[in-house]
Nanobody
Framework: QVQLVESGGGLVQAGGSLRLSCTAS????????MAWFRQAPGKERDFVAV????????NYADSVKGRFTISRDNAKNTVYLQMDSLKPEDTAVYYC???????????????WGQGTQVTVSS
């Protein structure tokens, strides 16, 4: 059972930056691909970014390409999401997730964190 804990959310003005972190309890963290999803009120949970177990592959939603960067440090069991040039439409609860594959659908992921709120003011 992989336990994931997100941190780094908060309130930021449009154009600003935040870095989210997600730390796993599992020593086999490096076996998993890691992803970020987000969910705004009344909306579905949407894919944001994913990184393979060895960081050789990354994929981003079109809405965040060029603004967000996903990375990982397997020695620290941590995945990061650097978010720059934030927009009000980026406001959501952000979740990290772990799985053996690099899918973009929420149902493909077995393990989830509790989420961290990101609010971007205009």
């Amino acid at each position: 059972q992989v336990q994931l804990v997100e941190s780094g959310g908060g309130l930021v003005q449009a154009g600003g930056s935040l870095r989210l972190s997600c730390t796993a309890s599992e020593r086999t963290f490096s076996n998993y691909a890691m992803a970020w999803f987000r969910q705004a009120p009344g909306k579905e949970r949407d894919f944001v970014a994913v990184i393979s177990w060895n960081a050789a592959y990354t994929n981003y939603a079109d809405s965040v390409k060029g603004r967000f960067t996903i990375s990982r440090d397997n020695a620290k069991n941590t995945v990061y999401l650097q978010m720059d040039s934030l927009k009000p439409e980026d406001t959501a609860v952000y979740y990290c997730a772990a799985d053996s594959g690099v899918g973009t659908k929420a149902y493909e992921y077995d393990y989830w964190g509790q989420g961290t709120q990101v609010t971007v003011s205009s």
